[in-house]
């Protein structure tokens, strides 16, 4: 397995990844893993990401992460319309390498990388197939718990949102919300097949929008939840283990 840093680009904005790739010269299923959005200061020590990648890495899929605008070493400001941008690069780059098997193009996101891989693949036929952990079916009940305001005075403390004239508009930041709201997206990713993946406990993002997305998800669609499971379900093995067995048989991966 091959591990390189890489750069992708978009909106005139540099932002920060990670590919890797399995060994030999086949040509693979490529997979884009997609973060959530911070609750906390990021730690720099933590490669949970990382390891995820790798472990999808060494089941067969040309693996990419990366830092969505406004975190990590990526540069600008926490946007969600700006993030649907964002992955569409991630998706170009991804797309155009010779190693990929341009049919099996997958996403798996994790809340609000979740949320932004449906708009995503809603508007992009390349993806092939998607995976949703902790996805909210809407973020209402997210904004009503804070106003728009102390969110991002919180974005400003954890340092995703970095510049002091960002965002010019606090209404148009926030109706960028109301516009990737997944609901009323992820219909439109049929016949692709969608995997939705929910921790029976989330504490953050209630179990009724699992059952939401997948009542209005088209064909061919599967629901997982995980019992006892809380919100942060890239450290749950029961899940990162039923998303890869998934992946696998959709993606035609020998599974011995």
Same mark, same amino acid.
Request: proline share 8%; charged share 30%.
């Given at each position: 397995m091959e591990a390189k840093e890489i750069r992708l680009h978009s909106d005139g904005l540099e932002l920060v990844g990670e590919l890797h790739i399995p060994s030999g010269n086949r040509v693979r299923p490529a997979l884009c893993i997609c973060h959530g959005i911070p609750s906390v200061t990021p730690d720099p020590t933590d490669r949970g990401y990382a390891l995820l990648a790798q472990r999808f890495c060494l089941a067969g899929f040309v693996t990419l992460i990366f830092n969505f605008r406004g975190t990590g070493k990526s540069q600008g400001n926490l946007d969600i319309p700006g993030w649907t941008r964002d992955l569409h690069a991630a998706l170009d780059y991804l797309y155009a390498l010779d190693r990929v098997e341009k049919s099996h193009l997958c996403l798996l996101g994790f809340s609000g990388g979740a949320a932004v891989s449906v708009y995503a693949a809603a508007h992009d036929t390349r993806v092939s197939s998607v995976t949703l952990c902790a996805c909210p079916a809407d973020f209402a009940a997210l904004r009503e718990k804070e106003p728009?305001?102390?969110?991002?005075?919180?974005?400003?403390?954890?340092?995703?949102?970095?510049?002091?004239?960002?965002?010019?508009?606090?209404?148009?930041?926030?109706?960028?919300?109301?516009?990737?709201?997944?609901?009323?997206?992820?219909?439109?990713?049929?016949?692709?097949?969608?995997?939705?993946?929910?921790?029976?406990?989330?504490?953050?993002?209630? /179990? @009724?929008?699992?059952?939401?997305?997948?009542?209005?998800?088209? @064909?061919?669609? @599967? /629901?997982?939840?995980?019992?006892?499971?809380?919100?942060?379900?890239?450290?749950?093995?029961?899940?990162?283990?039923?998303?890869l067995d998934w992946l696998k048989a959709r993606c035609l991966i020998d599974q011995e």
């Open positions: 728009t305001a102390d969110t991002i005075r919180r974005f400003r403390q954890i340092g995703v949102i970095r510049d002091e004239d960002f965002p010019p508009s606090i209404e148009e930041w926030e109706r960028g919300f109301e516009i990737v709201t997944p609901f009323n997206w992820i219909d439109r990713i049929s016949p692709r097949p969608v995997l939705v993946v929910h921790g029976e406990a989330d504490e953050l993002i209630p /179990l @009724e929008h699992a059952y939401r997305l997948y009542g209005k998800a088209g @064909e061919p669609r @599967e /629901l997982r939840i995980i019992p006892g499971a809380g919100h942060r379900l890239r450290v749950e093995e029961k899940a990162m283990a039923a998303v």
